[in-house]
């Protein structure tokens, strides 16, 4: 692909320490470095099925057992990474500016929790957060860091095509804690073909419009709405620095394109 981005590090330096108001748009790059696999790289699949195969309602509808199996392995690399310097990087920036009256947001695609942990405070998790629960009949969310999350959930979830999956019966699965309720419970992420919160995609809007410098981090920019994020911003006149090991569908509307692993290009950028 030819692009018209620079990677010139000097000038964006320039760029970042002139910035009031810095939107930050994150995806599975920037926790391949902690050890989470990314979805259409070679870690994008659990036994034979691909995520868009079972990060689906249909799916869940189908057979929630191996919905469930599949998070409860996902539940578990996600409860044993941590941050990397990519996630440190931006945190630091974000208290650096803070004390400035400057400010950051991060927009992230991840349903991991690695930002948060690494300190960064204002944080949007637009698919959801694999450490919740949301049930199907009452709709309550619950925070859940219990692993597994049921008993029956118990050596599940590996991604060995040859290990055969656990089809637990329905009401052996997650199930409502709320009085009299008892419903099937469900990773509250946002799987493909369902809407994103309208409330927080409100909040996003509002970012997007104010930002006067916006990151795009170890995202495919394949998915949508995320994947419009960037452009949109361009649109406006304002910079936009893509940072990915490869340049992908949207970097042609984009500033910058700085090629590598974030781990190491954002820690020199944010310097
Ligand atoms: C590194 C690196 C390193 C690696 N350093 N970089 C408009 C047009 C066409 C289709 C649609 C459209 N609008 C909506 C759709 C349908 C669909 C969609 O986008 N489909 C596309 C595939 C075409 N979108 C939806 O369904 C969304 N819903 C919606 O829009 O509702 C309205 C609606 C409903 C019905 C029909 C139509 C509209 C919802 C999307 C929710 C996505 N959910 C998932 C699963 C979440 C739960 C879970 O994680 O289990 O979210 S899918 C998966 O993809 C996950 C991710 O957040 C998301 C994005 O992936 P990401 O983060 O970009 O990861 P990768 O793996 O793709 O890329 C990694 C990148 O990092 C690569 O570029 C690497 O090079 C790079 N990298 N190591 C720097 N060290
Ligand atoms: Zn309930």
Redesign the pocket.
Known sequence: TTTSAKSDMKEFLEVVSKAKHIAVIT????S??SGVP????DG?QWKTWQ??DI?TPEAFSRNPSRVWEF?HH?RHLVLTQKPNA?HLALAECEKRMRKQGRSMVIIT???DDLHREAGSKHVLNI??S?METRCVSCGDIAVNHQHPVCASLEGTGSPDPEIPEAQIPVDQLPRCEQSDCRGLLR?N????????DSHLLTKVEKELDICDLCLV???????????MFGPQVASRGVPVAE????T?PKTEYFTYHFQ????S?VPLALA
């Not at 995806?27 to 920037?30: H, R």
């Not at 990314?38 to 790289?41: A, E, I, L, M, V």
């Open positions: 995806g599975a790059g920037v391949a470095e990314t979805f259409k790289g994008g995520y868009q990060a998070y996902r990519a695609q991840n349903i698919h959801g694999v990773p992420v946002v799987f493909f073909g369902e809407t994103l981090v170890g995202t495919s920019s394949i998915v949508y709405p995320a994947a940072f990915n090991m490869a992908t590598g692993p974030c781990g290009t």
